[in-house]
């Protein structure tokens, strides 16, 4: 059996081949920076109180002090009542009577009832969002956080299943399967009449989004050579996700209103399907199903765009390459936490911080052990926002300082995750594999939108609870296998051994018959998943 790498190494390392695939793979992620992102605009909530009906005969006075004044928790100041106001039959009794409010009336004494006529929300920075379209505050507040675990729990979903049909029916078809999944559903988002509609448009939005970043992150690390990989695989996808998420403040800065705003964001995935004529399938995933023919001709058709001339056998038919030989058992759970952008005031900040984070996992990644950059980026992370909350309530600008530094920690780690999961699995399980690992990491997703409740009791509980799994994560990333300088793996019993140690045993292909480990349950597919995720 030939090795790949060997047998297509006279490709050479960066040709217009390799160039063709790294950017145009690089561009299918950019709408993944935006439709994960654009909910902290389209389901924001302004500034919002209780209708007082205009047809109501109340004079200034009154009409001015009808919503009672409640004490901000953060600012704790008072401030006019969200969901409450006078009751409107007493207010306008007491208004034709002549009394005035705070003189003649002790408002403490007036009964109050809830927003019976709905709401009227402050416009000067939304025209709309749903938040405001279908009224989900005060009693329906808790659909708000709902909707962003509803989008993580398809992107759950479709790590499982994306990564299974990846492995079975090819990469390329699913990548843009899935894109045209995550483009046209965005679009008919624009016309959801209701939230459960909107929610469940949402859903299959993140089977897309998840599905689409995965296919081509697994396709560009098996189609390029390992020095390219090593750029692609983090920085080069990373940047561009990174050019999308930057992307989005900007447009909501323009496109106020939410149909708008999802309009504006789906209208450049169309421009996507000419790229079909374009990408290659993956000559790694041909080989493992068999398809040598179809692998060589692409591997050719590479030669040829970067005029080399490829020898006249390139691959030796294969033997027990196959996935149907590979049954491992799988154990997942998740221990790289997510982040999110926070309030929309600081969205543009959170996306700049990714541009260094991103540069830096390359770097870590290029010229260090695996497991010590993500171990030492996570560990940070983590002490980033423990510290948050021992700063005082009056250095705001420390704290906003320290929430950045451990957002850009944190998303080292989720770039280095992704490079280092494809490392340590084969070809003949690695979008099942990573697809897995996402999957898992989704619980942490699907859950953190409700953190922010946790204020309610303490405001330091999401930050030590944020920064304690964290730093946990990164200690037991220690235990993964050691994978820097190790050429990628084909089949199962390429795969390191766990838990890790600082000895590499890299694998000999070249001319010799693959010994089935498989058999002996010497690999497993549990030693990586039980600590890796996305």
């Known amino acids: 059996m030939t090795d790949y790498e060997v047998a297509t190494a006279f490709l050479g390392e960066w040709g217009h081949f390799q160039q063709q695939v790294f950017f145009l793979l690089c561009l299918t992620v950019i709408p993944n920076g935006f439709s994960g992102m654009f909910i902290v605009f389209v389901a924001d909530t302004p500034p919002h109180r209780c209708v007082i009906p205009a047809n109501v005969n109340l004079t200034a006075a009154w009409r001015n002090h009808s919503i009672p004044l409640e004490l901000d928790s953060n600012s704790g100041a008072l401030v006019p009542s969200k969901c409450s106001r006078y009751r409107l039959g007493d207010v306008l009794s007491l208004s034709d009577r002549g009394f005035l409010p705070g003189v003649d009336v002790n408002m403490s004494n007036v009964p109050t009832e809830s927003c019976l006529d709905g709401w009227e929300y402050d416009q000067s920075v939304y025209i709309s969002t749903i938040i405001t379209e279908w009224d989900l505050v005060c009693d329906d507040r808790w659909k708000n956080p709902l909707t962003s675990s509803i989008f993580f729990c398809g992107v759950l979903t479709g790590s499982f299943v994306s990564g299974q049909l990846s492995d079975r029916f090819g990469r390329k078809i699913v990548l843009f399967v899935t894109m045209a999944i995550q483009t046209v559903f965005t679009f008919i988002m624009v016309f959801a009449p209701s939230w459960p509609v909107f929610c469940a448009l949402f859903f299959i939005v993140g089977m897309g989004q998840i599905s689409n970043y995965v296919a081509a992150f697994v396709l560009g690390t098996e189609i390029l050579s390992p020095k390219v990989r090593t750029i692609y695989s983090t920085a080069g996808v990373s940047l561009f996700f990174a050019a999308g998420y930057m992307f989005l403040p900007l447009l909501a800065y323009f496109l106020r209103d939410w149909r708008m705003l999802l309009l504006g964001l789906t209208l450049p995935g169309f421009l996507y399907v000419p790229l079909w004529w ?133 998303t080292t780690a989720f770039a280095i995750v992704y490079a280092y999961t494809a490392e340590l699995y084969p070809t003949v399980l690695r979008n099942t594999a990573l697809g897995a690992c996402s999957m898992a990491s989704r619980i942490g997703s699907i859950i953190a939108p409700y953190f922010i409740y946790l204020r309610s009791y303490s405001v330091s509980l999401p930050y030590i609870l944020m920064g304690s799994i964290t730093v946990a994560s990164g200690l037991l990333s220690l235990l993964l296998p050691e994978s820097y300088g190790m050429p990628l793996p084909d089949t199962i019993s390429h795969m390191q051994h766990f838990p890790g140690c600082c000895k590499k045993t890299p694998y000999k292909l070249t001319n010799t018959e693959e010994k089935e480990k498989v058999a002996e349950g010497t690999f497993s597919l549990e030693q990586g998943a039980s600590l890796l995720s996305a």
Not at 303 to 328: C, D, E, G, M
């Open 278 to 410: 374009f990408i290659p399938e993956s000559p790694r995933w041909l080989l493992s199903r068999g398809r040598v023919e179809e692998a060589e001709a692409i591997v050719r058709d590479a030669a040829k765009k970067n005029k080399i001339k490829p020898p006249p056998v390139i691959f030796s038919p294969l033997q027990n390459f196959n996935a149907r030989r590979v049954r491992p058992s799988t154990s997942v759970t998740c221990s790289v936490p997510q982040t999110s952008a926070g309030s929309p005031s600081r969205c543009g900040w959170s996306a700049l911080v990714e541009i260094p984070a991103y540069t830096l996992s390359w770097v870590m990644f290029r010229w260090w052990s695996r497991r010590l950059s993500l171990s030492s980026t996570l560990f940070m992370g983590g002490v980033f926002l423990l510290f948050v909350q021992l700063m005082p309530a009056n250095l705001v600008y420390l704290s906003i300082t320290l929430e950045m530094m451990g957002k850009c920690a944190v």
